[in-house]
């Protein structure tokens, strides 16, 4: 089964880096003021970290690789190589969307000087810690942290307490999720796992929580045709310690993705103008780039892993 998964995740994956890069320019920003174009922003950041993703798994051909990594640069060019987000995070100080955003540059080596003066000024001064962020968000900063490398000395982060302030990391009654925790959970998982890279990160009562209620919440989700939290759904469960990777769950995501990569939101009927496609599903063909992306390195990596295999 595990060589089943991974070839609907090639195909998904490749399918969804072609369509986000053949459509890049729509997410173009425009003007020079971020606080203008938050939602075009933040979905160069989603774009960044897919690109990042894919390179730093090792799991993608050459094809795959050489469209990432247009991808991830078309990204620092719009963001000024790292100016832009300088330029935010030196006015705003409590923005810590800009440390999160410099993540996917600086994992794939592309850094900023002023960046790396100013993160660790922050960290240090315990800005970054302290502002005012739902649960799953503080998690965010302090993957952030962690990855570029500014989570030492004094501005040590205490994960467990971290965790534990999320509505995951309270294991509560499962039949409580509503469609905006659904996300929260999947961004915990996330930033606990660093986008998989270390399962180990979630301790074993979240794991033991998500093994049983996930495939829960994915037929839930799946009969109300929520195709972008179905997606999360799927890269939360790629990053545990033993995934479930049930095939038929990736084969429904590749039979609802376009021929050209597109991949539905949700149920409604989807728009033929190139732009409004792009904005109402780029976040969803992105979710199942990354989806696959995780998948193809946990299964590629350690095949044994699976719970499917068991």
Not at 141 to 157: F, I, K, P, Q, S
Not at 273 to 299: E, G, S
């Amino acid at each position: 089964m595990t060589t089943d998964l991974a070839r609907i995740a090639h195909e998904v994956r490749s399918r969804a880096l072609g369509w986000l890069h053949t459509h890049r320019r729509f997410g173009a920003l425009t003007g020079e003021d971020l606080s203008e174009n938050l939602d075009a922003y933040k979905a160069l950041g989603e774009t960044a970290l897919t690109a990042c993703l894919v390179l730093r798994d090792g799991a993608a051909g050459s094809r795959d690789r050489s469209l990432a990594r247009e991808l991830l640069e078309f990204c620092w060019a719009q963001v000024g190589e790292g100016a832009l987000l300088y330029e935010r995070l030196l006015r705003h100080p409590l923005t810590t969307d800009a440390v999160e955003f410099y993540v996917p540059f600086a994992r794939s080596g592309l850094r900023h000087p002023g960046l790396e003066r100013l993160i660790p000024h922050l960290a240090a001064a315990g800005t970054a810690q302290i502002v005012e962020h739902v649960p799953n968000r503080r998690l965010a900063v302090a993957n952030a942290l962690r990855v570029t490398g500014h989570d030492r000395g004094a501005a040590a982060l205490a994960w467990e307490t971290l965790t534990r302030a999320t509505w995951l990391g309270g294991t509560p009654q499962p039949w409580h999720i509503d469609w905006t925790t659904g996300y929260a959970v999947t961004h915990t998982v996330f930033h606990l796992t660093d986008w998989g890279r270390r399962p180990s990160g979630l301790p074993d009562d979240i794991v033991a929580y998500l093994t049983r209620w996930l495939p829960v919440w994915l037929d839930v989700w799946t009969e109300a045709r929520q195709w972008d939290l179905v997606g999360e759904l799927l890269v939360a469960d790629c990053c545990l310690p033993a995934p479930r990777a049930e095939v038929d769950d990736w084969r429904r995501l590749a039979d609802l993705q376009h021929p050209d990569g597109l991949t539905p939101r949700d149920g409604q009927p989807v728009e033929d103008d190139p732009a409004t496609r792009f904005r109402d599903h780029q976040h969803t063909t992105i979710v199942a780039a990354i989806a696959a992306t995780v998948a193809l390195a946990r299964v590629l990596g350690d095949p044994g892993s699976f719970a499917s295999q068991a």
